[in-house]
């Protein structure tokens, strides 16, 4: 029987031994190859087997003898009690690795995650206004109060600390915020950032902590009654200024102000009295043909002669801006919104024409809500349309008591 090998190196032998394995004894080797470089090897035996686990490298200024006998007694011990050495080992190197990833992500606050999605995602937004919306929103209510912090650790106290100040009074800006916070939050789930429930989500979270909208006190879009159109288109074409004819034939097309403003010729057949505004454009996403009124033509012959890319320029030449019409109607002191002119014509188009829902709603670029309905009516009604707002066109004309005539433009001004 083979004598058992106990402590057979020494510090020299460690230092001048040749290539191979050389045995210390208790399952300790010392592994010389042929490069010259040197290391410690433990050799086990677990459940039938017999298994290598490296030590480290050998040497004066590495692991000496003594160290690597003290490394493999304390390995013998933990096989001794049925431990597996090489599996303990990885399970410690997958832990480092993840300790090490959760420090990282710890540092990822939810500015970044929010900024990274919206670079990632702007390119399919409509316009430039829903794009400076989300940087303006998130700028003003949520950064300073979570910019910095880890989107890991954002919880529900701190979607209640940014929502409460602004619920009551702003509910349309809280709400659209509450829904961008969301959408962070989602976005941040999904990278494997943070993990658990969202704490902006509405239904069955903050539904039950803050108040429905519909139970506050809401701003609306003012709008003045249908009676009152004709009187006030006459009163509209005393005024000579672009910002009057844009608001004429906002009222005319029953378009929104951004589809009307956002115009530019390209978009206009004069000889078809088709203005066709592209998807891109839309609220719905979807093309919408607009059928021209014989006024609306006569106001856009007018414009067309400032020689400028858009249907209504400014005086610079630039569109002009959202608020021209706006204070147009401040300073005609008209206690209505440009928005509600389009519920002056639904209620109108409702209560004194025999046109089917359907053809009012589509005026309005309006989505169909019944998915049915919606799969079976694949044309936009255009021709019923083209009559719907001629008819309307003949009503606003009939309540001023003028004839159809477009005064020259003197300034851009409103």
């Not at 709400?175 to 916070?181: N, V």
Request: net charge positive; with cysteine; hydrophobic share 40%.
């Amino acid at each position: 029987m083979p004598r058992k090998l106990s402590n057979a190196l020494t510090a020299m032998t460690v230092k001048s031994a040749k290539p191979g394995r050389h045995a210390d004894g208790g399952g300790l080797y010392l592994l010389v190859k042929e490069s010259g470089s040197r290391s410690w090897v433990y050799r086990f035996m677990l459940k039938g087997k017999s298994r290598d686990i490296g030590l480290g490298t050998a040497g004066h200024d590495a692991i000496s003898l003594s160290s690597a006998r003290d490394l493999a007694a304390a390995l013998r011990l933990k096989v001794k009690a049925g431990i597996d050495p090489l599996a303990e080992r990885q399970r410690e190197a997958e832990e480092a690795v993840a300790a090490a990833q959760a420090a990282e992500i710890s540092r990822i606050t939810f500015r970044q995650v929010a900024e990274s999605y919206i670079k990632a995602n702007e390119g399919g937004w409509r316009n430039g206004k829903h794009r400076q919306q989300w940087r303006n929103t998130l700028s003003t209510y949520v950064y300073p109060i979570i910019g910095d912090l880890s989107v890991a650790s954002i919880g529900t106290p701190h979607v209640l600390k940014i929502l409460e100040p602004i619920w009551q009074d702003k509910p349309e800006t809280a709400s659209r915020l509450r829904g961008r916070i969301e959408i962070v939050l989602d976005a941040a789930k999904a990278r494997g950032y943070r993990e658990g429930d969202n704490p902006a989500r509405w239904r069955g979270h903050i539904a039950q902590i803050l108040p429905k909208r519909a139970k506050l006190q809401r701003g609306h879009h003012k709008a003045m009654t249908y009676t009152e159109i004709g009187a006030f288109i006459a009163e509209l074409r005393e005024r000579e200024a672009m910002a009057a004819l844009a608001l004429e034939f906002v009222i005319l097309t029953a378009a929104r102000t951004s589809e009307a403003l956002g115009a530019t010729w390209r978009e206009v057949d004069m000889d078809k009295a088709i203005w066709i505004i592209p998807a891109e454009r839309m609220k719905a996403g979807k093309e919408h043909r607009v059928p021209l009124s014989a006024r609306a033509i006569e106001i856009l012959k007018i414009t067309k002669a400032q020689g400028k890319d858009w249907l209504f320029p400014a005086e610079k030449g630039r569109a002009l801006s959202g608020m021209a019409m706006s204070m147009l109607l401040r300073r005609m002191k008209v206690d209505c919104t440009v928005h509600g002119f389009r519920s002056a014509f639904r209620d109108w188009s409702a209560e004194c024409t025999a046109y089917a829902h359907e053809v009012c709603e589509m005026a309005l670029a309006h989505t169909i809500g019944n998915k049915s309905e919606a799969a079976y009516r694949r044309g936009d009604l255009f021709e019923k349309r083209r009559r719907l707002m001629a008819d309307w066109a003949a009503f606003c004309e009939a309540g001023t008591g003028t004839e159809s005539n477009v005064s020259p433009i003197r300034g851009s001004a409103g």
